[in-house]
């Protein structure tokens, strides 16, 4: 105990059990992997949603898909590239199964509808959920867990006090650092917890926007699709 009566909380931690030692550096390791992972996926979402604008200007200043393909074959990977490489190269296979013949592959959207777009583009959603989701179950793990893991420490130490006192001729400055010590633990365990929690939910809302937004720019590469076919121009 510091001059004046106040308790040293550093001196407290180093006195501490190895047990509530332990406890307090599992925390600090769960804070550590909870902002690297913050970090890089604020890094990653704000990458992607660039990536998309500048896909979403090629697509509709391009004159033909063909064009907006052969622009975007080199550049890096995003959502919206993503599912229009899906459903171009689904386009290409089914124009060739058809000999190239436009008129043919109207008719067979005309009878098949566009399910097998719907189908390649989805199949690119899902590998780019993938990957925005990657990361985000350890967040949601560490936001989860790190409250109880310090209200282990926190239990702990409050053993350890009152075990003092069951010894007897504890007085409230011995029984004291203790309980300090024991609500270090939880107070620990909620600073860790709760940047992980918010950004969690903060990172989830930002992909479920994102995946609102590739799902209608899929919607808008069928419709190119129709009226490629139906004009009868190069695609």
């Not at 992972?37 to 992607?48: G, S």
């Not at 504890?170 to 992980?196: H, S």
């Not at 479920?208 to 190069?234: L, P």
């Amino acid at each position: 105990m510091s001059a004046g009566g106040n308790l040293d909380i550093f001196q407290i931690l180093l006195d501490s059990s190895i047990v509530v030692k332990i406890d307090l550096a599992l925390l600090v390791l769960a804070s550590i992997v909870s902002w690297g992972i913050i970090l890089k996926k604020k890094v990653q979402l704000t990458k992607l949603q660039k990536l998309n604008d500048d896909f979403e200007e090629v697509f509709f200043s391009a004159s033909s898909l063909k064009e907006t393909y052969d622009i975007t074959r080199e550049v890096e990977s995003s959502p919206y590239k993503s599912i229009f490489d899906d459903g171009y190269t689904e386009f290409l296979k089914i124009r060739d199964t058809n000999q190239g013949d436009l008129l043919k592959v109207k008719e067979y959207l005309r009878d098949f509808g566009v399910s097998s777009f719907e189908r390649a583009m989805k199949n690119g959603l899902v590998k780019e959920d993938a990957k925005m989701s990657d990361g985000l179950t350890t967040l949601a793990s560490i936001g989860s867990i790190t409250p109880f893991v310090g209200l282990f420490g926190t239990v702990w130490g409050i053993i350890d006090a009152f075990a003092g006192l069951a010894a007897g001729g504890a007085t409230l400055e011995t029984v004291a650092p203790g309980i300090a010590e024991a609500l270090v633990a939880t107070a620990i365990g909620l600073i860790a917890a709760i940047p992980a929690v918010w950004y969690f939910n903060k990172f989830n809302a930002i992909k479920h926007h994102i995946n609102e937004d590739v799902m209608s720019f899929g919607e808008r590469f069928i419709n190119q699709v129709q009226r490629t076919i139906s004009a009868r121009t190069t695609v």
